[in-house]
C-alpha cells in the first residue's frame, strides 16, 4: 500500500527565497546612497522626500512579504501536523484506523451516545487459526488475509457513520451508530464476505458489544466491555451474553 506524503520544499527553494530577501534587504540599506544622484535635478528636499518614500514602500513590500511567508510556513507546518496525525492513527497494510485511533474514535462514539441516546455497537473481529495459515501458507498469504478483511470491512462500513479498524496482529474492530440487531447483520455479511474472497476461505469470529443510554444494565456491561476492548482484548472476552 503506497501512502501519500506532502514533500517539504527543496533546499534550491529555499535558498533561493533566502538570496531574493538578501537582495531586497540590501536594496533598503543602500536606499539613502541611492537617491543622491537625484539631488542634481530635484532640489535637496524634494530628493529626500522621494527618498523616504522609496524606503516607506520598499520597507511596506519588505513587511508584506515576510508576513506571507511567515503564514505560508505556518500552513505548511499545519499540512505536515495534519499529515502526521493522519498516518500515526492509520495502519498501513490494510488502510484502517490503528489502535489508537480506535481508543480516540470509541470515546467519541460513546460521549455522541450519551448525549443523544442512541446505540453505539463495537465488533470483534479475529482471523481463525491466523497463526497456522501463516505457517502452512507462509506470510505473503497472511498479509494478503488481513488486506482483504481490511477491504471487507471498510466496504461494510456505512460512511460517516460506521469505522474499521485494526487493533492488533490479526485483530479487528468496528464501530457502528446501530442497535444490536443491525449490528449482527453488518457482522454476518463481514464474516461471509470475508469467506469468499480471503485466498484461503479462512474465517472471522466476532464478538458484539452494544451500548445504549437507555437500559442500565447493559449501559453498565457495556462500559465494562468497551474498557476491555480499547485495552485490545480477543472478541471472546468483548462478547455480551
Not at 41 to 61: D, H, K, N, S
Not at 115 to 136: E, M
Not at 137 to 146: K, Q
Request: aromatic letters at 6%.
Amino acid at each position: 500500500m503506497s501512502i501519500a506524503v506532502s514533500v517539504p520544499p527543496s533546499p534550491y527553494t529555499r535558498r533561493r527565497t533566502l538570496i531574493l530577501l538578501g537582495a531586497v534587504l540590501l536594496l533598503y540599506i543602500v536606499m539613502p546612497w541611492a537617491v543622491r544622484p537625484l539631488e542634481r535635478v530635484l532640489t535637496p528636499g524634494a530628493a529626500a522626500v522621494v527618498g523616504q518614500i522609496a524606503e516607506a514602500v520598499l520597507g511596506l513590500a519588505i513587511g508584506v512579504w515576510v508576513l506571507a511567508l511567515v503564514r505560508r510556513e505556518q500552513r505548511r507546518a499545519r499540512a505536515y501536523a495534519s499529515e502526521l496525525e493522519r498516518l500515526t492513527l492509520r495502519d498501513a497494510a490494510t488502510g484502517l484506523g490503528n489502535q489508537h485511533a480506535f481508543r480516540h474514535d470509541l470515546d467519541i462514539a460513546l460521549s455522541r451516545a450519551r448525549r443523544t441516546r442512541l446505540p453505539v455497537t463495537v465488533v470483534c473481529l479475529d482471523v481463525d487459526h491466523f497463526d497456522l495459515l501463516n505457517l502452512c501458507h507462509g506470510r505473503r498469504t497472511g498479509d494478503h488475509t488481513l488486506r482483504t478483511l481490511g477491504a471487507v470491512i471498510r466496504s461494510s462500513a456505512r460512511f460517516g457513520c460506521d469505522a474499521g479498524y485494526r487493533i492488533g496482529d490479526d485483530e479487528f474492530a468496528m464501530v457502528l451508530a446501530a442497535d444490536r440487531p443491525a449490528s449482527e447483520t453488518v457482522t454476518r455479511r463481514v464474516e461471509w464476505n470475508f469467506r469468499e474472497r480471503s485466498p484461503r476461505q479462512s474465517s472471522v469470529s466476532a464478538g458484539i458489544v452494544t451500548w445504549t443510554a437507555v437500559r442500565p444494565r447493559t449501559r453498565c456491561s457495556s462500559r465494562r466491555a468497551a474498557r476491555s476492548i480499547r485495552a485490545g482484548t480477543s472478541p471472546a472476552r468483548c462478547t455480551l451474553a
